[in-house]
């Protein structure tokens, strides 16, 4: 079986031997030494699950060193192997990019471990050997269980800044395990989702916050599976805009699509005295449609929502 390390970039090396090639291959002599170019900001770890695809860790690594491109940072990749009793195996991956202007460069490192699950003290040590020091550590989880993530609370995930995840795949609900500290967890669904409440955001703004108040009823979010993640933060940013502790009849379900529909998300407020607001979004279209009748005359309007690229939303989770 083809185990995830396998399928992403880099030269194999011995676990203990990274290190010192990464002095070897940074340093050169004064002529073509290339650490000018490295200046790191942070560590960046991107730990898979065993459930993971090849294709989807090629994707996220891939974002990861995009990120990195604009951030420069050392990229640490945790690939758990498919059985347990495995030594653990290193690969080496390096690249510089050439700026737009040809006359910036930026270098940027992803180390990468093979490890099994038996490993989980070595693991730490490890990690901890990798790590540049004194940089922030940015942690983000793709599909590891919830039992092993609780397992690291109290050392992987002890010094650091951030802890990122993303709803939309996890198949547990990540956000509700027991955090020794909440505030640095961030849903990347949620940083997804910073076009779409900028857009309807500055649309509603223009209307008298009393009348997308007055007799609200009902709050319905409308969803593809694949989008599990963002229809949990579209509702919670539409309950926290127009709610208020008080409202206890106001009715509100997320929905999920059925399988066949050209949607990909959407919106319905309703009111009592039958005014509307209706929020639609395509699938592979950046153009969503917004009607409203809360005037006493209805009104459409199509809303041009770019959406972030991955890396984009990986810096908004990391950083806002």
Same mark, same amino acid.
């Given at each position: 079986?083809?185990?995830?390390?396998?399928?992403?970039?880099?030269?194999?090396?011995p676990?203990?031997?990274?290190?010192?090639?990464?002095?070897?291959?940074?340093?050169?002599n004064?002529?073509?030494?290339?650490?000018?170019?490295r200046?790191?900001?942070?560590?960046?770890?991107?730990?898979?699950?065993r459930?993971?695809?090849?294709?989807?860790?090629k994707? =996220?690594?891939e974002v990861?060193?995009?990120?990195?491109?604009?951030?420069?940072?050392?990229?640490?990749?945790?690939?758990?192997f498919s059985k !347990?009793?495995?030594?653990?195996?290193?690969?080496?991956?390096?690249? /510089?990019?050439?700026g737009?202007?040809?006359?910036?460069?930026?270098? /940027?490192?992803?180390?990468?471990?093979g490890?099994?699950?038996?490993?989980?003290?070595?693991?730490?040590?490890?990690?901890s050997?990798?790590?540049?020091?004194d940089?922030?550590?940015?942690?983000?989880?793709?599909?590891v269980?919830?039992?092993?993530?609780?397992?690291?609370?109290d050392?992987?995930l002890? =010094?650091?800044?951030?802890?990122?995840?993303?709803?939309n795949i996890?198949?547990?609900?990540?956000?509700?395990?027991?955090?020794?500290?909440?505030?640095?967890?961030?849903?990347?669904?949620?940083?997804r989702?910073?076009?779409?409440?900028?857009?309807?955001?500055?649309?509603?703004?223009?209307?008298?916050?009393?009348?997308? =108040?007055?007799?609200?009823?009902v709050i319905?979010?409308?969803?593809?599976?694949k989008?599990?993640? !963002?229809a949990?933060h579209?509702?919670?940013?539409?309950?926290?805009?127009?709610?208020?502790?008080?409202?206890?009849?106001?009715?509100?379900?997320?929905?999920?699509?059925?399988?066949?529909?050209?949607?990909?998300? /959407?919106?319905?407020i309703?009111y009592?005295?039958?005014?509307?607001?209706?929020?639609?979004?395509?699938?592979?279209? @950046?153009i @969503?449609?917004?009607?409203?009748?809360?005037?006493?005359i209805?009104?459409?309007?199509?809303?041009?929502?770019?959406?972030?690229?991955?890396?984009q939303?990986?810096?908004?989770?990391?950083?806002?």
């Amino acid at each position: 079986m083809t185990e995830l390390i396998d399928v992403l970039p880099g030269i194999e090396l011995p676990v203990g031997a990274v290190s010192e090639e990464l002095s070897k291959m940074w340093g050169g002599n004064k002529e073509n030494a290339l650490s000018e170019f490295r200046a790191s900001q942070m560590n960046l770890v991107l730990h898979f699950g065993r459930t993971v695809s090849s294709e989807s860790a090629k994707a =996220r690594f891939e974002v990861a060193v995009r990120f990195a491109q604009r951030y420069p940072s050392r990229i640490i990749v945790l690939c758990p192997f498919s059985k !347990d009793n495995q030594p653990m195996q290193a690969k080496l991956f390096s690249q /510089c990019f050439i700026g737009d202007s040809h006359r910036e460069m930026c270098c /940027c490192e992803a180390l990468i471990l093979g490890f099994s699950s038996e490993d989980n003290g070595f693991l730490f040590n490890q990690v901890s050997v990798w790590l540049e020091s004194d940089l922030p550590i940015y942690h983000w989880f793709s599909e590891v269980r919830a039992e092993r993530v609780v397992k690291y609370f109290d050392h992987l995930l002890k =010094r650091v800044h951030r802890i990122v995840f993303d709803s939309n795949i996890e198949s547990y609900p990540i956000r509700d395990l027991p955090w020794p500290n909440s505030q640095k967890v961030v849903d990347l669904a949620r940083a997804r989702l910073l076009p779409i409440r900028q857009a309807i955001g500055q649309y509603l703004s223009g209307i008298p916050f009393e009348l997308l =108040r007055k007799e609200l009823c009902v709050i319905n979010v409308h969803f593809v599976p694949k989008r599990k993640g !963002d229809a949990f933060h579209l509702m919670q940013w539409l309950e926290y805009g127009l709610k208020s502790i008080e409202d206890t009849s106001i009715d509100s379900k997320l929905i999920e699509l059925k399988p066949n529909s050209n949607k990909s998300l /959407c919106f319905e407020i309703q009111y009592g005295h039958g005014q509307f607001i209706h929020w639609t979004q395509f699938e592979d279209s @950046s153009i @969503s449609h917004l009607t409203q009748n809360l005037g006493g005359i209805e009104k459409k309007l199509s809303i041009q929502i770019k959406p972030l690229l991955p890396e984009q939303e990986l810096s908004e989770a990391f950083y806002f």
